[in-house]
């Protein structure tokens, strides 16, 4: 059984009566898993009013009922993560393991939000005369419209809609059409956990006409975006030319620097296996790899080695390591960025094809000896492609590791604290992660610098974007 798919709409689940549908594949087997209903304009009109009418009242909840209700779909979530995973991977492809491991983490951002969110201050400002009183509060922005995507289809929404829900604001969340049973479930959790309807709103349809519309419509205050660069400097120019506040999580081009001091076996294995992760489909993926002169062919060896022996296959298979790519269009891309990457010398060392069959699979794929300017080196690949290149000076290296328009996540390995310093100093990025893979909890900021993006998610950062400031004096 695959997840039942509706709009959900003023705290009703809604679908059929004539409306246009989509269908939904498993990425693994092509089979037809399910039809999604796309909002009409009277469902995306709904959306709006509801959200609106509920904003009157929510934005006045206690906090303490805010924060049970989400500390209700924290515990629902850890209930139904086998469901929910299993759901997750039909549609979106990865392995069941991860999957189950994606609710489970964001069942830990819903419990932290419930908790941050008692924590909303505002503050008192000492007058210059003692007559006057001065106080600075921090009230919800609004109905935020919100656009998540395919790669952490539960991990991008719930952390959007626990921020705007914690903060006292209505949201509406287009989620991604492709592998949308993770935000169906979304959905359920709140339902079940007591939200007022109106508060929550989920729609579907094609994703420029229902941001177009919703960006556009004076009811929104705020908007919110996972996707691409692209996409997401369309959005904000959109919302600019509207005034709307909005938080931007974009695509990466993550460097990895590993110095010869670091312990080299365990950095070529450990980078091996993150890259493999979710198929190579993460923003903060490690994606350019500099690795030392002197530590080169060492680095190289074993993380060949390493990526050899992973097993793809269908992520409902409890031996799969890493699964497809999640839709159809992933896998030309893939091929595009191999063409380029031959036509300017590089060598594939492991490799770059399409697994044969049916299914989106593409194998992981190693190149090396590429120029700078070459695709791989400054677009997001986006899958399970590494390009490996040599370094041999640090500051050179900090220079060609800041060189792309991007600024997400970055790594390094080194077991010299001065060298962690000086990286961690100069590099430009959201995230500086060193010896490990650290980003990503719902305790630390999550977000980008550069064309990587506005704003963070989780940590102290999260309810920035859904707050204004107000303030009040008196005499
Ligand atoms: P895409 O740029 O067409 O779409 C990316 C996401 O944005 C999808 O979820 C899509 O539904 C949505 N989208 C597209 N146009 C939109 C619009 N006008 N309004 C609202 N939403 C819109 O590319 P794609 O083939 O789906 O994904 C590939 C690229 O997307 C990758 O190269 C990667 O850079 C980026 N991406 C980034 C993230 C991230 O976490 N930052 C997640 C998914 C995809």
Not at 176 to 190: C, H, K, N, T
Request: charged content about 20%; hydrophobic content about 40%; aromatic content about 8%.
């Amino acid at each position: 059984m695959y997840e039942t798919l509706a709009l959900y709409i003023d705290g009703e689940f809604v679908s059929g009566e004539g409306r246009k549908t989509e269908e939904v594949t498993n990425p693994s087997t092509l089979d037809v898993l399910g039809h999604l209903p796309h909002a009409n304009k009277a469902d995306l009109d709904r959306a709006l009013a509801a959200a609106a009418r509920a904003f009157q009242t929510w934005r006045h909840s206690s906090p303490m009922q805010r924060s049970e209700i989400l500390r209700k779909v924290g515990q629902l979530s850890r209930d139904r993560a086998q469901e929910i995973g299993r759901n997750m991977t039909l549609d979106q492809g990865k392995p069941l393991a991860e999957s189950v491991g994606e609710i489970m983490t964001c069942s830990d951002h819903a419990d932290w939000h419930a908790e941050e969110c008692r924590r909303i201050y505002g503050r008192i400002i000492t007058p210059r005369s003692p007559e006057i009183r001065q106080m600075v509060l921090r009230e919800p922005i609004g109905v935020c419209a919100a656009f998540t995507p395919w790669n952490f289809p539960y991990n991008q929404a719930i952390r959007k809609v626990c921020a705007a829900i914690g903060a006292g604001c209505t949201i509406i969340l287009k989620g991604p059409e492709d592998s949308p049973s993770a935000v169906m479930a979304i959905a359920r959790l709140f339902h079940d956990a007591g939200l007022p309807p109106g508060v929550l709103n989920i729609v579907w349809g094609v994703p420029s006409e229902v941001s177009d519309y919703l960006i556009r419509s004076p009811i929104v205050r705020k908007v919110s975006f996972t996707g691409s660069v692209p996409v997401g400097k369309h959005i904000a120019s959109l919302a600019g030319a509207h005034m709307k506040r909005v938080t931007m999580e974009l695509g990466g081009h993550s460097p990895v620097i590993v110095f010869e001091d670091a312990d080299i076996d365990r950095a070529a294995k450990q980078l091996a296996r993150f890259k493999v992760r979710n198929a190579g489909q993460v923003c903060i993926s490690p994606t350019r790899f500099y690795v030392h002169d002197n530590v080169y062919d060492q680095f190289l060896e074993t993380f060949v080695n390493t990526l050899k022996t992973v097993k793809v296959g269908d992520g409902l298979d409890p031996e799969t390591q890493m699964g497809p790519l999640a839709h159809a269009r992933r896998v030309p891309t893939m091929t595009k960025f191999l063409d380029n990457a031959r036509e300017r010398g590089g060598k594939i060392v492991l490799g770059g094809e399409p697994i044969a069959g049916k299914g989106h699979f593409f194998s992981p794929t190693v190149v090396t000896d590429l120029p700078e300017d070459s695709m791989l080196m400054t677009e997001e690949p986006f899958g399970p492609i590494a390009p490996i290149s040599r370094f041999s000076d640090t500051d050179d290296v900090i220079r060609r590791a800041n060189s792309l328009p991007f600024g997400l996540a970055s790594y390094v390995f080194t077991n010299s604290l001065q060298t962690a310093t000086k990286a961690s100093n100069n590099i430009e990025a959201g995230m500086v992660n060193i010896n490990h893979f650290g980003s990503a909890l719902p305790e630390t900021p999550f977000g980008g610098v550069k064309d990587s993006g506005i704003g963070s998610e989780g940590g102290l950062e999260t309810f920035d974007g859904y707050l204004v400031t107000k303030f009040v004096t008196h005499i």
